[in-house]
């Protein structure tokens, strides 16, 4: 076929092509081994960024660069720059930046038109076009890179493609690095022990919490019962008392007929006492006084009842569950209230039966996706996934995951989301109880409620529950 | 992503439409790229399409039909067929303008509608695609490089009728007509290979334009220009030196100018003759400068019958390694395949055995616009492209 001078042409075309193609991938690779030894080499943040610029600059020309790092809900914080002007300033996380957050270099092509630079583009002097965003995680830092170019749409996916190299290669590979330096300083070991102390110390909270409304609902309820029946008592006699009363009046009344009745003065006497001490009227208040009391001791069963509720999840019927059956049946009912802002993806894998009360488990998912849903802000994906795994603690477990792209949870707030009354959302809108009555309901199982989140980025929640072959044990 | 193929023979556009109908069960594309034949009515195809596909659509006239090869089936014209994407983890958009007294500005606009559309306006998309109406390729391409830049992609192709009459056609989702500027952003979830060539090898004769205006070449080396070109190849066209249409006298013999890398690579764009005026000017399809030096190209039969599978192996060299395309979308010159039109078969057969399998999918043009090996797009002719989507 080369024989011919227009095939000839045509190869040397291709030749072309494919030569541009290896030298580009030749380029990225020395850039990704520099890049590696650059992130392993620095000790502070900023040493990382200058280095990351240098580096990355050789494959995707700039003539600006910044980084963002997440600063809270729907926002973030230009905290590097090689134009000072813009350090500090802060940036909503519109669709582009959410896209970058979640790991997906962009390539845009007028920064005019984007609305996130609203406020930002009449700082960039001299005056930049277009930017590509490169997501980038380091240790500790979950950021993104933005580079700027004066030329509109110099930004292409062949750069989208290098940064998503560059990306995946730092990531895998400083994951690789930094576990095996933590295997060597038994840094693994120690985080394990500081989770097991944390999610001890969550239980030991929780049970306590449980432990005291028991206590507190027994304690109250003894009181109750002897203070019950006496003013029930009370109640029951009042009657008499008063029948008594009118009798005596009736005495009084029949002596007055006869003065010469050797008894008239001491009748007289108890007449006159009994005015004097108004027993009429003290009749009529313990009347008031048990009616009050007989409702405040309604009021103070009815919150012991709640208390003993609260403190006893275990106190249902268990049956053999099947999780699938369970995500389905929240899932049609929490449906309604999240297709107006959210897609709900639900990917339910092979799991096995656990023995669990079916109401409570839907109550668990309702309040994650109600939760998962209150994230999301504008639009957003919400992911309902199912399986079944081994838990380093609690061995072969059914799990159920919810996990959403909104706003995300400071580091922060995350060691606080199961406490009781803790919210972030605003008042009157959460009665802070949602995760911490989830909590306990799957601690009661035996399994463990568990939380990942990075702000702007995302949370899942996966809740683990020994199955049934695991409890028989 | 997945990639479906489907046609139709049918020359009455309900026939063709319920035979497509019929194959496209199950399949819920993300963009579907429509091609067909001038004499079906694309108004209706639209709108049949747009009822069925809940996704955006694009669609031009193929000169005489479209190519389309599946696993079970080869057919070098069909007259409807449908180049259908799944890609649920990309984005694509589609919008059109009527080319109207500013085809810049209305293809900014029609771009615009597309980067819209597509939920990722403000990023630069991996591929422009664009179907138009032969006349103002240069001025459109200048339209959406004041919109996105001029590094992104474009490729695509002029509408095609039968018989350079002018009753060539558009259509989107929502829209059809004659003078449209139909343009699709694609964001597809991998990267796709693609190629642009015109395989055809410079002589050593070349000429300077003395004047043109536009498309109408007046004069080449101060002489007239239909005189200075039927001199050169020979008397090829001395039968029609007063006035006559030459297209298929003209497709081995183009013009080409030469466009070179920053490395020195040469490449060449190229210009196709197709009439003569009264005038002894010659008309082409595309845009020529005074002043610019012309290289007479020369291309084969045989060049021509090998173009499409070259071009397609040039395409799917440039997916990542290992990777099998899932379909091949080509534009395919429509004065090319004329040229070839009674060895079609063969081109056929050739294509089914080198790509066992892949769908592929070519649309007929009047005209090709794509990306140079300098990385700038441009409107020629008598070329081919593919794009490989893996």
Redesign the interface.
């Given at each position: 076929m080369a024989n011919h001078p227009e095939d000839l042409l045509e190869s040397l075309n291709s030749a072309y092509r494919l030569r541009e193609q290896a030298e580009l991938e030749r380029k990225e690779n020395e850039v990704l081994l520099s890049g590696i030894r650059a992130l392993l080499e620095t000790d502070s943040q900023q040493d990382i960024y200058a280095k990351m610029f240098e580096i990355l600059g050789q494959f995707i020309p700039h003539e600006q660069a910044f980084v963002l790092e997440q600063d809270s809900p729907g926002q973030m914080i230009c905290t590097t720059s090689t134009n000072s002007v813009l350090e500090n300033t802060h940036w909503d996380v519109d669709p582009v930046f959410k896209r970058a957050v979640l790991g997906q270099p962009c390539a845009v092509y007028s920064i005019a038109r984007q609305p996130a630079w609203t406020h930002h583009i009449k700082l960039m002097k001299p005056a930049m076009a277009s930017a590509l965003y490169c997501p980038f995680s380091g240790p500790d830092v979950d950021a993104i890179l933005v580079f700027c170019h004066h030329e509109k749409g110099f930004y292409v996916q062949t750069h989208v493609h290098m940064a998503e190299r560059y990306r995946e290669f730092t990531q895998q590979t400083l994951l690789s690095v930094n576990a095996k330096l933590q295997a060597l300083e038994s840094q693994q070991l120690k985080l394990e022990k500081e989770r097991a102390e944390q999610s001890l110390i969550q239980s030991e909270k929780m049970a306590s919490l449980g432990l005291l409304a028991a206590g507190v609902a027994h304690e109250i309820n003894n009181p109750i019962g002897y203070v019950t029946s006496n003013i029930n008592y009370l109640s029951e006699n009042l009657s008499n008392l008063q029948a008594m009363k009118a009798q005596l009046e009736d005495v009084i009344a029949a002596s007055r007929a006869f003065p010469d009745n050797p008894l008239t003065e001491t009748i007289e006497n108890a007449a006159k006492w009994m005015s004097q001490s108004s027993i009429n009227e003290t009749c009529e208040d313990i009347a008031d006084l048990v009616r009050d009391c007989d409702q405040g001791l309604t009021r103070i069963k009815s919150i012991v009842n709640e208390l003993r509720n609260f403190a006893r999840a275990d106190d249902d019927s268990f049956e053999d569950l099947d999780i699938n059956d369970c995500v389905s049946s929240t899932i049609r009912l929490v449906s309604n209230e999240l297709k107006y802002h959210c897609d709900l993806i639900v990917d339910l894998g092979e799991t096995a039966s656990v023995n669990a009360n079916s109401g409570k488990i839907n109550q668990v998912l309702t309040n994650l996706l109600v939760n998962a849903g209150h994230a999301i802000e504008n639009k957003g994906n919400i992911t309902v996934s199912t399986g079944q795994d081994q838990h380093p603690d609690l061995g072969n477990c059914t799990w159920f995951a919810v996990e959403d792209n909104g706003c995300g949870i400071s580091p922060e707030n995350l060691s606080r989301i199961f406490e009781p009354f803790y919210t972030s959302k605003e008042v009157g809108k959460g009665t802070g109880l949602g995760l911490a009555i989830s909590y306990s309901i799957i601690e009661k199982l035996g399994g463990k409620l568990e939380v990942k989140s990075t702000l702007n980025k995302g949370t899942k929640f996966t809740a683990f529950i020994p199955t049934i072959m695991q409890n028989a044990k | 992503m997945e990639i479906n193929v489907v046609s139709s023979t049918a020359m009455d556009t309900p026939t063709a439409l319920k035979e497509i109908i019929g194959k496209v069960n199950g399949i819920v594309p993300s963009l579907v790229i429509a091609a067909f034949n001038t004499e079906l009515d694309g108004e209706l195809i639209s709108s049949e399409l747009n009822a069925i596909f809940d996704c955006p659509i694009i669609g031009s006239s193929s000169c005489k039909g479209a190519l389309t090869i599946t696993a079970s089936d080869a057919n070098a014209s069909a007259s409807l067929a449908l180049f259908l994407i799944n890609d649920p983890k990309g984005n694509y958009g589609v919008g059109h303008r009527e080319l109207g007294e500013d085809p810049k500005t209305s293809a900014m606009e029609a771009l615009d509608m597309a980067l819209y559309a597509s939920d990722?306006?403000?990023?630069?998309?991996?591929l422009i695609w664009c179907m138009l109406p032969p006349g103002a390729e240069e001025s459109i391409l200048e339209g959406f490089?004041e919109?996105?830049?001029?590094?992104?992609?474009v490729f695509g192709g002029s509408s095609a009728d039968n018989d350079v009459s002018g009753q060539w056609q558009q259509l989107t989702d929502v829209s059809a007509g004659t003078n449209q500027i139909c343009v699709a952003v694609l964001y597809p979830s991998t990267?796709p290979g693609i190629?642009f060539?015109s395989?055809?090898?410079p002589t050593e004769t070349t000429l300077t334009v003395t004047s043109c205006e536009g498309r109408l070449l007046k004069t080449l080396d101060n002489v007239t220009a239909a005189n200075r070109y039927d001199e050169i190849i020979k008397g090829t066209i001395t039968p029609y030196l007063s006035g006559g249409n030459i297209l298929a006298l003209t497709t081995l013999h183009p013009f080409g100018r030469k466009i070179t890398?920053a490395?020195g690579?040469e490449?060449y764009l190229l210009s196709h003759p197709d009439a003569i005026n009264e005038y002894g000017e010659l008309s082409l399809f595309s845009k020529i400068e005074e002043g610019e030096h012309l290289f007479l190209m020369q291309?084969?039969r045989?060049?021509l019958l090998?173009?499409a599978n070259?071009?397609i192996?040039?395409a799917t060299?440039?997916l990542p390694e290992g990777a099998k395309p899932k379909g091949i979308l080509m534009i395919y010159c429509a004065g090319c395949m004329l040229t070839i039109e009674d060895e079609l078969a063969i081109m056929l057969e050739a294509l089914q055995q080198e790509n066992q399998g892949i769908p592929i999918f070519a649309i007929y043009t009047f005209g090709e616009q794509g990306c140079f090996?300098d990385g700038q797009n441009r409107h020629g002719n008598l070329m081919i492209s593919a794009v490989a989507f893996d």
């Open positions: - | 990722r306006g403000y990023e630069s998309p991996t490089s919109v996105v830049g001029s590094n992104v992609p990267a190629s060539s395989g055809y090898e890398t490395d690579i490449d291309g084969s045989q060049n090998r173009r070259r071009v192996k040039n060299e440039l090996l």
